[in-house]
Each structure stands twice: as C-alpha cells, then as structure tokens.
C-alpha cells in the first residue's frame, strides 16, 4: 500500500525571473509469463497550492538556480538529453547539439554548436565519441538532410557518430543505420575496454515502412571498436519479447520495441523500459542479453518511458510518460498515481531474481492545465547511505525525491518556472536534470541550460563523488556503506 503525503501549501523562495543571459560566440559545425500486473492504489486527497505566473520562478529554499544559457539559432529547436566529460557538458537539441564549457557551473560558457538536424538526437559519450540519435526519417545519413517520409526505401534512421577529440569543432565520421531509427541508445561499455556497445530502442513500426516492419519487438546492438570507430557496424537484433509484448489497452501502450534501457555494467545488469513492459536483463553477454523478469501495470502506466536503479541494484524505477510529454497530466484530474514514477525492489539472485512493486512517487504539486507534465528524465544523486534521485517533469520542474524507503518516497527539494502560457497549452519545460559534480543540470526544452545548486544535508555526501564521464542511461557505482 502506498503512504501518500498530505499536500501542503508551496513554501516557495520567489527568484528573481531575469538571469543572466550569456551571450557567447561559437563555432557550428523474462519470460512473458512472468509478467506481473500492479494492483490499484488508493486514491490521495485532492492537491492545493498557488500555481506561479507565467515565467516566474519558484522553488524550495534548498535548491536555486545560479546559471542560465538560452538557446540561439540555428539550435532553437527543442532540446532534449545531456552527457558530461570532464569539464563538459554535451547537450543534444533536434537540430544537433551544444558543447558547454562547465568548468565554472555559475558562468558556463558554449565550446560548440553543432548543427545536425534528426530529432530526438538522444546523445552519449566514451573518450573521444559523441553518439547522436537519429528518430526522424531523413533523406540521407548527412548533417544537410531534409525531412523523407518512412515509407522511402532510401530514407535514413540510425546513429550518428562523431569525433569529439577538438571540442571547438567536432567532426562527424560514421553513420549506422538501424531498424525503425533510434529514438534512444545506451552506451554499454564492453568487458575488454576495446569495445562499447550501444543498445538501440525504437518503436512504432508499421507495415508501409520497408525499415520498421512488424512485430519489431527487437533492440539493435551496434558494436565500436574504439580503435577504429568508423567500423562500427550492426551486430545483433535480440527479440525481447519471442512470445510477444503487452497487447495494448483503452490506458496502456502496446510493445512493439523499446524506449528507453538505463544499464547497469558493474552488476551486469539493465532495466528496459519498453512501451507497455517493464523488463530486468542480464547483460554479462553485452551481445546478447537476457530477459529475467518482466513486469506490467494495467491500471496506472501509459507508456514504459525510462528507469533508473539505487545504487545498490536492489532498487529500479521506471517512469510513465502518460501522454507522450505533451499533455497536462500533474493535476487533480489524473491524480497521483498516473504519470508518475513505479518504485520496485529487486529480490532474489541470478536468473530468479524479480521485481515487486512499492509505490508510486509524483510531484506534490499542482500544475495549470496550459502546462505539459509527467514523469520524464532523471538521475541518482550519489549520496551516502541513502537512496536519492533528482527528475525532470517538464513544466512541473525539477524535483528531488528520497525513496530509501520504497514504499514510502517523499520530496526534498524542488524548482520550477511557471507556465509558458496562462491561456493556452504551449509544450516546454525541463527535458532532463541530471546530478553531475556537485550540481544539477537541466536541459530545458524552450529555456535552454539552467545550472542549480542543491544544498541539503541530506545530499551533502554527494560532493564527495567526481566523475570523469557521465551518461546517465550508463549508469555508474559509487562509493557506499
């Protein structure tokens, strides 16, 4: 059963709308019968607070924003993911992506824009690569292509792959073609350190489209070898779902592929979150991995959209992005159990090991109906002891939640702006916020980077963690007792 919290007023800290604005100079360039279904929860009290006015900034006194960088043409698109190395931030936007210099969080400035329109362009890192996603039929593999429709024998879908040893200007040197694109990938490092392997999710197949054919319930392994990247080619296609995925609902997404895998290397271990199932694999063979457990919600989960392990791999959530990102689902209407995270313990050991629903987690706020929100992208704060992630809700903003105890998540920090617009529904909001070095950064949809400070003694142990390179979907081990 869930514990769910009473809803409070905001106790909110107003900031000051008008940060500055940097202007910077850049160079472009288990088996099916596993299944386990969720049973209803009970329902919560109905939620009251102030919802801000449009572009007004709130948040909790423990988390501020202290930098902004908005988005210029040509990379006015929408925004999408962010990967970091080093000093770096690398953050993908449907015509390409930006390099960000973050060696000062509080004044971070642009290295590069890279013009290379293919939507998402989901992107990742390893050494001197940058991999781009590409789910938008394209008239060819180059960065100069233009939109051609699916149905095109010769249109093009895949991965993009670039050089990114001169981060002033990086240089595009591979391209790999896979079945119905590349809506995400995970870089999943091999066990020789010659080798990354990327997982490929993609969905939606239809029968008019000659490389996205039905059932499609498969993911693309593509193997790089490090020493000779433009190499990197299709290895594999395993079948998650031999005897076929969730059949769909009136509520629920049919499986017809994956959206997103979060992978866990130091356990051997991923999470899928594939439309309308949630898997754990066994990736010990990165080319061939495995499906131990599978899990279904059919009363609350629209559309398996990511998931994200506790450090100790005895944890997994798996977010539910109802309405596709697009629709104002953090209201009294669809309460808290939709639209929100699935927290689930990990039991047993090896090829019996499962997982067992706990609660469910969702901000604790109201958000206008004129504001797109769900669960979407986040990551783990490595902090000491404890189990604690921070998440991005689109235009519900930022939130920081502990869910140490999994059935009982709470919030502990949060930050928002308010609507894009009083009057009508105008899409935007924070796509993904990530813990990197000691502060969170967002890459918003319309807004551009925000950089924010999370000072808690809860999460103060989380500055004792550095890494040298963070794909958030890759996810790493640190220190724990």
Request: aromatic letters at 8%; charged letters at 20%.
């Amino acid at each position: 059963m869930i514990r769910l919290h009473k809803p409070r007023l905001r106790q909110l800290r107003i900031v000051a709308l008008a940060t500055t604005g940097l202007l910077v100079a850049s160079a472009l360039v288990a088996p099916a019968s596993n299944a386990q279904t969720v049973p209803q929860a009970a329902p919560a009290p109905a939620l009251t607070n102030t919802i801000p006015g449009v572009d007004e900034i709130v948040s909790s006194p423990n988390l501020r924003q202290i930098a902004n960088v908005p988005k210029v043409a040509p990379l006015d698109a929408t925004n999408s993911d962010i990967a970091f190395q080093g000093k770096y931030a690398f953050a993908g936007n449907y015509n390409g992506f930006v390099i960000y210099d973050i060696s000062r969080p509080s004044a971070p400035t642009v290295k590069a824009r890279v013009l290379c329109p293919g939507s998402q362009n989901d992107i990742s890192v390893h050494g001197d690569l940058l991999f781009l996603s590409t789910d938008s039929s394209r008239s060819d593999d180059s960065c100069n292509s233009t939109a051609q429709g699916a149905d095109v024998k010769d249109s093009w879908e895949g991965i993009k792959v670039f050089d990114i040893k001169d981060k002033a200007n990086p240089r595009y040197i591979k391209s790999v073609e896979t079945a119905c694109g590349s809506h995400t990938h995970t870089l999943v490092p091999g066990k020789n350190n010659k080798t990354v392997y990327l997982y490929v999710s993609s969905y939606s197949p239809r029968a008019e489209f000659p490389d996205c054919q039905p059932p499609h319930d498969s993911i693309s392994i593509i193997k790089v070898p490090l020493k000779k990247p433009t190499d990197a080619a299709v290895i594999a296609a395993p079948n998650l779902f031999p005897d076929g995925g969730f059949p769909g609902s009136e509520t629920g997404s049919a499986t017809t592929g994956c959206h997103d895998i979060t992978v866990y290397p130091a356990k051997d271990l991923a999470a899928g979150a594939c439309m309308g199932d949630g898997i754990l694999l066994d990736i010990k063979n990165r080319e061939a991995p495995r499906v131990i457990n599978r899990v279904r919600d059919e009363v609350n989960f629209a559309f398996w959209h990511s998931a994200t392990f506790n450090n100790a791999g005895t944890k997994v959530i798996f977010t539910d992005e109802l309405g596709g990102g697009g629709a104002a689902t953090c209201n009294e209407a669809v309460g808290p159990n939709r639209g929100a995270d699935a927290i689930y313990d990990i039991s047993g050991r090896g090829n019996a090991r499962k997982m067992t629903f706990r609660s469910y987690y969702k901000i604790p706020r109201a958000n206008a109906d004129t504001e797109n929100c769900v669960a979407h992208n986040g990551s783990l704060i490595p902090v000491l002891g404890k189990d604690i992630m921070v998440q991005a809700w689109y235009q519900g903003g930022i939130s920081v939640w502990d869910f140490t105890d999994s059935a009982n998540p709470k919030e502990i920090a949060f930050w928002e702006r308010g609507p894009l617009s009083a009057d009508r529904p105008v899409g935007g909001g924070t796509w993904s916020a990530y813990y990197y070095n000691g502060h969170i950064y967002s890459n918003d949809m319309v807004k551009g980077l925000d950089v924010l400070e999370l000072n808690d003694w809860r999460t103060w142990t989380a500055k004792l963690t550095r890494y040298q390179e963070l794909n958030v979907q890759t996810q790493p081990s640190y220190l724990g007792w």
